[in-house]
Every structure is written in C-alpha cells, then in structure tokens.
Nanobody, 112 residues
Framework: QVQLVESGGGLVQAGGSLRLSCAGS????????MGWYRQAPGKQRELVAA???????NYSDSVKGRFTISRDNAQNLLYLQMNSLKPEDTAVYYC??????WGQGTQVTVSS
C-alpha cells in the first residue's frame, strides 16, 4: 500500500522560504512521475511542480523561478523548495504519485 506523508509547512512572512518534504512507503519515487499540488480556499487543486522518473521538471507559471522540485533517491524523499513566497501561495500542499496516491497535505500560510 502506497503512503505519502508531507511535512515542512507552516507560517512564513512574504519573501520568506520553506522546504516541504514528502516521505513515501510502498513506492520508489525514482521510478515514478511525482508532483506537488496545492489547493487554496475556494479554489481548485492545481499542479505546481512535477518531476518525471527521468528527472524532467515542469512548473506552473505562477511558481516558475521561485519553487524547485527535487528528490533524494537514497532516502526516497520528494522536496519542494519554495522561495520568495507570496501571500497568494497560501494553500494546502499535497504530494502525489502522478495518476495515483495522494498525501494528506501540509498547510502553508504566507503573511503579508
């Protein structure tokens, strides 16, 4: 059974940084396309960053240049480094196996 657990969310001031982590069990991240999604109150869940098994990266226009997705194959961890955070980045962030399991989410709140 695949389980994904996110951590690293919190409250940060605008312009600050956070790094989210996603730990996986029952799956090897390096063999799967993985993504970070977010859902703000009253909005649809959106994909913000993705990484293929071959390491190809893709970002939404809203986070390009500020967020970086990466993975640690040895630890089976997925990361999302978020820099220059804006209040509009406030959302619950989810780790996902593309087309498959979701994590439970971690709250990121950016104050102005």
């Amino acid at each position: 059974q695949v389980q994904l657990v996110e951590s690293g969310g919190g409250l940060v001031q605008a312009g600050g940084s956070l790094r989210l982590s996603c730990a996986g069990s029952g799956i090897f991240f390096r063999f799967n396309a993985m993504g970070w999604y977010r859902q703000a109150p009253g909005k649809q869940r959106e994909l913000v960053a993705a990484m293929t098994s071959g390491g190809i990266l893709n970002y939404s226009d809203s986070v390009k240049g500020r967020f970086t997705i990466s993975r640690d194959n040895a630890q089976n961890l997925l990361y999302l480094q978020m820099n220059s955070l804006k209040p509009e980045d406030t959302a619950v962030y989810y780790c996902r196996v593309i087309g498959g399991a979701w994590g439970q989410g971690t709250q990121v709140t950016v104050s102005s």
